[in-house]
């Protein structure tokens, strides 16, 4: 493939268009180089809000953003819609699916995806929630399992299409713990006048003893507070054995009847065939140095999810959140300029700027550095930071309308069937793009 | 199963939600009558507006409305998703995916499905646009052969991704093709900088010697006019051979490389088992008088698209249009009330109140009685007519400002390709709702 168009500026190829790739090529626009941006999908989305996509307030493409309309206009960037499926560090090329691509520098900012720890039973049953499609499907599935209540005979079948549990309590959680319980005390009754809310059972569960773990134990505890008076089961200190589609088995012998489990317990980087055992830390992330370069080269590089920094202060590289990708998409985007003019570069140092959850339609939870924010306070300026934070007026606008009209009436517009969905469907029909080589 | 909940009042069972079912079902609120309303979706969707999910220019969210919320407040009514399987007329029941159902009334409300003339082919490689499924089907296709023709190393190669037939020149082909070709004019080298707008053709072709049939000779001109001002070829009088995926062949010898076809050339009534052959009429529709009573039965209805009223003046029955179903709905609520009060019945009588197509973004053709329009005031009073008639307050606000940034950037903000279409994916999975008997 004709990888390299202007012979005079060195490739940079740039593996993921997610917040650290995007900000990354951004960052570069003005540079001497030439930018390959490849994804595996021709949009970039903002996972912040992917729980609302599930839980039926939000059209999917609302958070999603073409990034090829974003790039228009970055003279020196093009895009290409493609999966990575090897890297060769020693002869510097990457293996796509389409077609071998040769860089001067490369990228890996291709994120997480969820982690089954193994478990084939609980990948293949629970639902996980990192995608859109992934989002989608668990909306389909949910609410296919509401219809399936509706219509049947007796308690014993029908509490477990009305129970939900969500294992891991991180901000994906306990937002969907929220959302789920809001759909079960606003609207359950409304649009399944069948079914009683009582019925209707939503579950919080974590390995660990707090919920919203790398949070501070003021949002933390409160974040349980809103939970517990929202009507949600918190359990802690309790494993996951098994699930099987009907039994949520735990290590102490809890069993929970249920249709419905979302898995966000955990999450490894996604990378490709090629980097070295001894590279990879823990979470599946590739280990690098302070300016993310991959220890053992000289221009591969990995930010964001994929990429762990790994120093004294840092032994497990920093949290995966959306921040440290930006801040490292940016920071890396210095580096290369200065590799490339043969300036010295800058060791990455990350700004915590704070975290924030929502508990339901008017609760958060923010740590901001040193103030520990949470209720309706919390949940304006988290809607406002997000708002801001989508790419594109459009979507800002329809996001906003979406809110306003679910805040004023509770009844998210979006509960929908599109697709049903089919656990047994081919996978790539549920995974992102690959451009078959023979029709 | 358990159908009739209250035994004082006659059960009407309706199946189908789309424009014919719902205005039934929502006539008959105050009359003493119970409702069950089926449909193999949980959704209500807007048809007319389907070429725009299909191009990109709007969330499928917008034209699609959940039927559990629109009847919320219906003290008579009940929903359920289901299809029905067959139908038994002699003992008053319907098979379906949830159970057999009794009835006292029935009504088949079921509309139509895309006609491929038995050609197999043709149903396997070009693409149906009647449903929402499809309409994101076309789109997600169409995006990734954008992709394809992008990586292609040849003209030759790459022509055939840039090549769109719309096979059908009613209302659904034109405004295809008009939306193709805005497209091709204004957005294609914004967003695929790699690709020349000369290479991209879109043709519309028909069997048939005028566009748009059915509407007036000033209409069918009008249209043909702007669609070949658009740059799109319009091949009529041409009747298509066959199609596997590469070309599409005409019974004149005449061949077109295209890897996107669009089939909107025909339709069928969607009739389970159990009409008797000798009332199923031309279009695969079921024969009924003039009060929708299917011949031969006393308590069997059939509206819109799948029932035809046969009369020395309606030989064929009448057009499969969105005003009839809609009027039907309403005559037949009033006869259903009629006959339940023993009172006598009234014939239908059909109001023709016209009828509108697009061609681009500022352009159509409306037949208004005697009035027939043009250009862009038809636009304004298409766009104003289909706004106030889509469900919902939100659905009419998010399409509104869709449009409006539509209209002023000629970009539309959903070409996303959320999932890969697959020619090969299990048709369930495309296909509406079906719950599933066992796990």
Redesign the interface.
């Known amino acids: 493939?004709d990888s390299k168009q202007n012979t005079k500026f060195p490739l940079v190829v740039i593996v993921g268009g997610g917040f650290g790739g995007v900000e990354l090529a951004s960052r570069l626009a003005k540079e001497p180089v030439e930018i390959l941006l490849l994804d595996k999908?021709?949009?970039h989305s903002f996972p912040p809000l992917l729980y609302q996509v599930a839980t039926g307030s939000l059209?999917?493409?609302?958070i999603?953003f073409?990034l090829?309309?974003n790039f228009?206009g970055q003279k020196n960037l093009?895009f290409?819609?493609a999966e990575v499926t090897g890297v060769n560090t020693e002869q510097n090329y990457i293996e796509t699916t389409?077609?071998e691509i040769a860089y001067d520098y490369l990228v890996m900012a291709t994120g997480s995806t969820t982690n089954f720890f193994g478990n084939k039973d609980i990948e293949h049953y629970a639902m996980p929630m990192k995608t859109?499609?992934e989002a989608?499907n668990l909306r389909?599935m949910f609410?296919?399992n509401l219809?399936?209540a509706?219509?049947a005979k007796t308690k014993e079948e029908r509490d477990p299409y009305l129970t939900f549990v969500m294992v891991g309590a991180g901000p994906t959680g306990v937002e969907l713990a929220g959302s789920f319980a809001e759909l079960r005390n606003h609207v359950l009754s409304?649009?399944?006048?069948?079914l009683k809310k009582e019925d209707m059972k939503v579950y919080l569960v974590d390995f660990l003893p707090r919920v919203l773990g790398p949070m501070s134990e003021q949002a933390s505890n409160k974040a349980k507070e809103a939970l517990l008076g929202m009507g949600v089961e918190v359990l802690l200190n309790v494993k996951v054995q098994s699930y099987d589609?009907?039994e949520l088995k735990f290590e102490d012998g809890r069993v929970i009847r249920t249709?419905n489990v979302v898995w966000s317990a955990g999450v490894m980087g996604i990378v490709p065939n090629g980097f070295a055992k001894e590279n990879i830390v823990r979470g599946n992330r590739i280990k690098t140095d302070e300016i993310n370069r991959v220890v053992g080269t000289n221009n591969v590089f990995a930010i964001g999810d994929v990429g762990a920094i790994i120093t004294e202060a840092t032994p497990n590289g920093y949290p995966g959140v959306a921040q440290v990708a930006i801040q490292q998409g940016k920071k890396l985007a210095e580096n290369i300029a200065h590799l490339v003019k043969g300036e010295p570069t800058e060791p990455f140092k990350y700004k915590d700027l704070g975290s924030m959850a929502t508990i339901g339609r008017n609760k958060a939870v923010a740590d901001l550095g040193k103030i520990k924010l949470s209720g309706f306070i919390a949940w304006l300026i988290w809607m406002f930071i997000h708002l801001i934070s989508l790419l594109?007026?459009?979507?800002k606008?329809?996001t906003f309308?979406?809110w306003l009209?679910s805040y004023m009436t509770y009844?998210g517009?979006?509960?929908?069937?599109?697709?049903?969905y089919?656990r047994?469907?081919?996978p790539?029909?549920?995974?992102?793009?690959?451009?078959p080589k023979t029709?």
């Open positions: 493939m999908h021709n949009y059209e999917c493409e609302s999603a073409s090829r309309k228009e093009r290409r819609v389409i077609g859109i499609p989608l389909y609410l296919q219809e399936q509706v219509i409304k649009d399944y006048p069948e589609g009907n249709k594109g007026f459009r979507n606008v329809v309308i979406n009209g009844n517009g979006t509960r929908l069937i599109i697709r049903r089919v047994e469907a081919l790539e029909v549920d995974e992102a793009v690959q451009l029709d």
